[in-house]
């Protein structure tokens, strides 16, 4: 079985920052892409950002310039440093990735969401 644990949001002022992580534990053989959603109250869940084995990376329109999503293979962590946030960001974020397993094979796993709340 495979967890995805995502820690660091919070209530946050606009114009502040926040930093999600996302660790990936369990029957992992290798990590593929990695992401990050989010679900605003009486909306769909939307693609904030992606990132591949390899580096690459693609935001929404949102949040470009804005949040930078990264990820250390070495511990199974993605994480998404959110800068310069609005009110229109607080949302339930979700962490996403998709596993290699070690008895070969894929899946898709998410976390549970945290909250990230901006507000004065």
């Known amino acids: 079985q495979v967890q995805l644990v995502e820690s660091g949001g919070g209530l946050v002022q606009p114009g502040g920052s926040l930093r999600l992580s996302c660790v990936a534990s369990?029957?992992?053989?290798?990590?593929?892409?990695m992401g990050w959603y989010r679900q605003a109250p009486g909306k769909q869940r939307e693609s904030v950002a992606g990132?591949?084995?390899?580096?690459?990376?693609n935001y929404a329109d949102a949040v470009k310039g804005r949040f930078t999503i990264s990820r250390d293979n070495a511990k199974n962590t993605v994480y998404l440093q959110m800068n310069s946030l609005k009110p229109e960001d607080t949302a339930v974020y979700y962490c996403?990735?998709?596993?290699?397993?070690?008895?070969?094979?894929?899946?898709?796993?998410w976390g549970q969401g945290i909250q990230v709340t901006v507000s004065s």
């Open positions: 369990g029957s992992i053989f290798s990590l593929n892409a």
């Open positions: 990132i591949f084995s390899g580096g690459s990376t």
């Open positions: 996403n990735a998709n596993i290699i397993r070690p008895v070969g094979g894929t899946a898709n796993y």
